[in-house]
């Protein structure tokens, strides 16, 4: 009995001289493998190919969740003596009140689908309460194709509707406008920066100076009447050379108060801007849709003084 217990024992101790080299390689592949999905699962890639089926965004009476899109065209080139532009873009999520009683618990996420069909999510955040607020979503961007195609957002809120504290969830999307450059010498384009009875745009761009690489600059839109609406706008700088940069956009802007975003942007001189475009698209409270084309010299508006 004892001599088969002493043969059990030392099996299993010379187990590991038995296993040869073929069959250790197998359980070193199979191990990695394992480890390899695991990996996977514990985390996840940022980026998914899932489109989010939210609906077109309308407006909404009690929150105004709306995105801010910065698109700087920046050098990519590692060599001092070459040009070699390639744009990045700052998305910020701005949530304002609307009416009283206003939304508490807010919670917000923001995504995007770039152009080659990738989505992008940027931040999931939470608000106790809620008066103007804005938040960096996502601060230096490289979307493939240069461009983000459709924007994302849901927001969960809370609401007193008089008798009760009601829970809420607003999901929407919008999609981008585009320019193209056979549209350069439309002559839809207009040169008046006023929409009679219902907006007036204003860009901002100055120059501090010629020792200073960018130009500052930004954009106002006033408002006529304060009537419900919803408005879209995407702009773009088109240089000397005629190439065509995404530059400030903005989508779901509800709110019945001038929009003056609290972010400059620069364009940096060595893109050689020349002229900016504009389209804006323009929902009144009959679901009227109004578009808006609009250009300026930046000779311009560095003359105006702003």
Known sequence: MNKEKNSIIYRIFNFPNKINVITMFVVVVVYGLVLLLLAKVITPEADYVVELNYPPATYNSEINPYIFVRGTAINASEDENKIDLRMQYRII????????????????????????????????????SLNVYHQVVASAEYPKGDWYEQYFVKVRYDINDGN????????????????????????????????PGILEVKFIFTDDG???????????????????????FQSWIVTEGKEIFPFIG????CTPEPLKPAYETSVFKFVKPKTIYMKLDYTDENNVLTPFYYKVDVATLLNSGN
Do not use: C, W
Not at 172 to 195: G, M, Y
Not at 250 to 253: A, D, E, G, Q, T
């Open 210 to 232: 010629a020792t200073i690489p960018q130009y500052d600059t930004n954009i106002q839109i006033t408002f006529d009447e304060k009537t419900p609406y919803h408005l879209n």
């Open 250 to 253: 903005v989508y779901n802007y």
């Open 93 to 128: 999520a701005y949530i304002n009140k609307m009416n009283t009683p206003y939304p508490t618990n807010i919670t917000y996420a923001y995504s995007a689908m770039d152009k080659g069909g990738m989505m992008n999510y940027f931040l999931e955040a939470k608000r106790s």
């Open 164 to 195: 009760e504290t009601v829970h809420k969830t607003l999901s929407l999307s919008e999609k981008a406008l585009n320019l193209k450059k056979s549209e350069l010498n439309d002559r839809k384009f207009q040169t008046s920066p006023k929409l």
